[in-house]
Antibody, heavy 117, light 107 residues
Framework: QVQLQESGPGLVKPSQTLSLTCTVSGGSISSGGYYWSWIRQHPGKGLEWIGYIYYSGSTYYNPSLKSRVTISVDTSKNQFSLKLSSVTAADTAVYYC?????????WGQGTLVTVSS | DIQMTQSPSSLSASVGDRVTITCQASQDISNYLNWYQQKPGKAPKLLIYDASNLETGVPSRFSGSGSGTDFTFTISSLQPEDIATYYCQQYDNLPRTFGPGTKVDIK
């Protein structure tokens, strides 16, 4: 059974960089065949797709966030990560990692990141 | 970006009722449409993929249909555990986009 777990600071100051890691267990990122995605949900709102990465390092980002987003993968640790720079209060959200590029069949539990001084 | 709309935004129904949610895409997305259930404080759960395929382990009272721009999600007999918000999501184009959600509760 594949499991995903997000980790990282729950509080980030405005203008700083949000950094989160998703650890995958029960399956290998480098076994191929799957993309690994980040999705966020603003408080009380809908879902926003941030981007995805393949184990090879190939990425695609949502154009609305592209200038500030970096997704990377560490196959040796079976992890992939999200960095979002120059954050503002509008980036306060629950951040989810998920498996998939077309549909998302496994999700992390989500982690709330609050942007505040 | 492909815009997804859902209706209604919320509904109340009785246990055992048939519940129908519609999702409309701003352009033709063939059958590249998924449905998710999200309960409060939890991650979304995939229910239907490719518009009409039931994810493994999902009860058969859930179903989906449609193609092109218009899609339907149905709960044939609403159960108390189905109280949740339901989202559609397209994967015809990047970026992937979700509908705004439909909140379902018990009357």
């Amino acid at each position: 059974q594949v499991q995903l777990q997000e980790s990282g600071p729950g509080l980030v100051k405005p203008s700083q960089t949000l950094s989160l890691t998703c650890t995958v267990s029960g399956g290998s990122i480098s076994s191929g065949g799957y993309y690994w995605s980040w999705i966020r949900q603003h408080p009380g709102k809908g879902l926003e797709w941030i981007g995805y990465i393949y184990y090879s390092g190939s990425t695609y980002y949502n154009p609305s966030l592209k200038s500030r987003v970096t997704i990377s993968v560490d196959t040796s640790k079976n992890q992939f990560s999200l960095k979002l720079s120059s954050v503002t209060a509008a980036d306060t959200a629950v951040y989810y990692c998920a498996r998939g590029a077309y549909y998302y069949d496994y999700w992390g539990q989500g982690t709330l990141v609050t942007v505040s001084s | 970006d492909i815009q997804m709309t859902q209706s209604p935004s919320s509904l109340s129904a009785s246990v055992g009722d048939r519940v129908t949610i519609t999702c409309q895409a701003s352009q033709d997305i063939s059958n590249y449409l998924n449905w998710y259930q999200q309960k409060p404080g939890k991650a979304p759960k995939l229910l239907i993929y490719d518009a009409s395929n039931l994810e493994t382990g999902v009860p058969s009272r859930f179903s989906g249909s449609g193609s092109g721009t218009d899609f339907t999600f149905t709960i044939s007999s609403l159960q108390p555990e189905d109280i949740a918000t339901y989202y559609c999501q397209q994967y015809d184009n990047l970026p992937r986009t979700f509908g705004p959600g439909t909140k379902v509760d018990i009357k």
